[in-house]
């Protein structure tokens, strides 16, 4: 797969870095060529190489690219995803597990994959289990996106804390974050959307190398936004993005459509 000639802007503010593709699929295949490069790079020097995923809408036309790529190192990879719904069947439409054997497992032969189990009646035991797991594979790279009301994973903005103690949590789920998953399809009603999950915590994600975060699409406008040009506070809980010393958005026209224009920020390159 080869990215074509287009134009994209690509911008720093503060250490975050930017990309503005012409499509949702052009930023898709780009975030997708920088992991594919980070996995290449890894596959030199670490063994295994552990990485997050995230799931969702703003993620899919990344995984479909990147395991489309030939010859990167899958079978090296440990993998992790960021969260999951409590009490939901690992079948149901919602189900991370469930997409992400989708769109990632069944598609390319990972070393292994490490599933959070929402339907466990004992997600406590779930946390501290994945907690080890997770922490001994020391996740070299995460993918993730950014949540319309600015979460990271599940860290709404009433459950976000910059320094929490816990590297994975129980989380209630804000009514802005179920009425996302219900807009994005996953569900068929909003009673439907659970009001309970299991989280990765901000610091944990914050002490991953590389962050890839793709937030395509016109709902993701103002989230965007508020990322980039807000102070940095759980009230919005994706800028403290902007204390990371490598991390990239992966942004279309639509998702970028607030930024102002390229007033104030430091523009590298606008063409590729």
Not at 45 to 57: C, K, L, N, Q, R
Not at 70 to 77: A, F, G, M, N, S
Not at 209 to 229: C, D, F, H, Q, Y
Request: aromatic share 6%; proline share 6%.
């Amino acid at each position: 797969m080869r990215i074509q000639a287009m134009d994209v802007k690509r911008l720093t503010v503060g250490t975050i870095k930017l990309e503005i593709h012409e499509s949702e699929r052009a930023a898709g295949e780009a975030a997708a060529h920088a992991a594919a490069q980070e996995l290449r790079r890894l596959a030199d020097s670490a063994s295994p190489i552990a990485v997050i995923f995230a799931t969702g809408a703003s993620q899919l036309e990344t995984l479909h690219a990147l395991t489309s790529m030939p010859d990167l190192p899958w079978k090296r990879v440990h993998g992790f995803h960021l969260d999951e719904y409590l009490a939901m069947d690992e079948n149901h439409p919602a189900s991370f597990r469930r997409y992400l054997r989708e769109n990632l497992t069944q598609r390319v032969p990972l070393g292994e994959f490490f599933e959070i189990d929402g339907s466990s009646s004992d997600p406590d035991r779930v946390r501290k289990e994945y907690v080890q797991k997770l922490q001994a594979a020391d996740p070299q790279m995460c993918l993730l996106g950014i949540g319309e009301n600015g979460h990271l994973a599940f860290n709404d903005p009433s459950e976000a804390i910059f320094n929490d103690p816990e590297a994975m949590k129980v989380v209630a789920l804000d009514h802005a974050c179920r009425q996302q998953q219900l807009s994005e399809g996953w569900f068929q009603s909003f009673a439907e959307v659970p009001e309970l999950a299991l989280t990765i915590t901000i610091p944990t994600m914050l002490k991953v190398p590389k962050l890839i975060v793709s937030v395509p699409g016109r709902r993701k406008a103002e989230s965007v936004r508020r990322t980039i040009e807000e102070p940095i506070s759980t009230a919005c809980p994706a800028t403290i993005l902007r204390t990371h010393p490598d991390v990239t958005l992966y942004l279309d026209p639509d998702s970028a459509a607030k930024l102002g224009g390229l007033a104030g920020y430091q523009v590298v390159q606008q063409t590729i």
